[in-house]
């Protein structure tokens, strides 16, 4: 878990905060959990009404980039969301941070992003291609805050805690030498 260390209130540091629980409970999250969940809803939406009658007068080329990017569209956002979902579970008491690191695992948020270009797609719908960019955008900062929340976690997990005897006797064996003669 990404821990902060705060000043006490006598100066000294020695209090750690973690950033996972503290995120999961905030107000950006809650910002940003509602955004990703209204993209989602916007682009079931579209892509079920102005959508489908827009993606019937496209070129063949076209055609087929707005049916893959749909395709890939959806799929980010689903997965974009089942990362919401576990993190706001964490927030509610539903599950522990290291169980939804567990399940995390199943949540792919680094999926294929689109190409953007080729011939077609200038002729996809405008409102498509926003949906793209906008899931691309939150898709990055999901990412970033994934990151930030399970790295540290998984770092401190496989860092082995300090032996405070064996520190000690080596403070010992320094200051008073080893008596091996």
Same mark, same amino acid.
């Given at each position: 878990?990404?821990?902060?260390?705060?000043?006490?209130?006598?100066?000294?540091?020695?209090?750690?905060?973690?950033?996972?629980?503290?995120?999961?409970?905030?107000?950006?999250?809650?910002?940003?959990?509602?955004?990703?969940?209204?993209?989602?809803?916007?682009?079931?939406?579209?892509?079920? &009404?102005?959508?489908?009658? !827009?993606?019937? @007068? %496209?070129?063949?080329?076209?055609?087929? $980039?707005?049916?893959?990017? *749909?395709? =890939?569209?959806?799929?980010?956002?689903?997965?974009?969301?089942?990362?919401?979902?576990?993190?706001?579970?964490?927030?509610? &008491?539903?599950?522990?941070? !290291?169980?939804? @690191? %567990?399940?995390?695992?199943?949540?792919? $948020?680094?999926?294929?992003? *689109?190409? =953007?270009?080729?011939?077609?797609?200038?002729?996809?719908?405008?409102?498509?291609?926003?949906?793209?960019?906008?899931?691309?955008?939150?898709?990055?900062?999901?990412?970033?805050?994934?990151?930030?929340?399970?790295?540290?976690?998984?770092?401190?997990?496989?860092?082995?805690?300090?032996?405070?005897?064996?520190?000690?006797?080596?403070?010992?064996?320094?200051?008073?030498?080893?008596?091996?003669?």
């Amino acid at each position: 878990m990404n821990h902060e260390t705060t000043p006490d209130s006598d100066g000294l540091r020695g209090e750690t905060i973690d950033f996972a629980s503290r995120f999961a409970g905030s107000e950006t999250f809650r910002t940003l959990f509602r955004e990703g969940m209204q993209l989602v809803e916007e682009t079931a939406s579209y892509l079920d &009404g102005p959508g489908r009658a !827009e993606s019937r @007068g %496209l070129s063949r080329a076209a055609s087929l $980039i707005y049916a893959t990017e *749909s395709m =890939r569209l959806t799929t980010r956002l689903m997965q974009l969301a089942s990362w919401l979902l576990l993190q706001r579970a964490v927030n509610e &008491g539903e599950m522990t941070q !290291e169980q939804a @690191g %567990l399940e995390k695992s199943k949540v792919r $948020i680094d999926g294929p992003s *689109s190409s =953007r270009s080729g011939p077609g797609w200038d002729e996809v719908p405008e409102t498509l291609r926003g949906l793209v960019d906008r899931s691309q955008r939150l898709q990055e900062r999901i990412r970033r805050l994934d990151e930030a929340i399970y790295t540290e976690e998984t770092a401190a997990a496989e860092t082995p805690a300090p032996n405070p005897v064996g520190e000690q006797l080596g403070l010992l064996t320094r200051a008073f030498g080893s008596d091996e003669r």
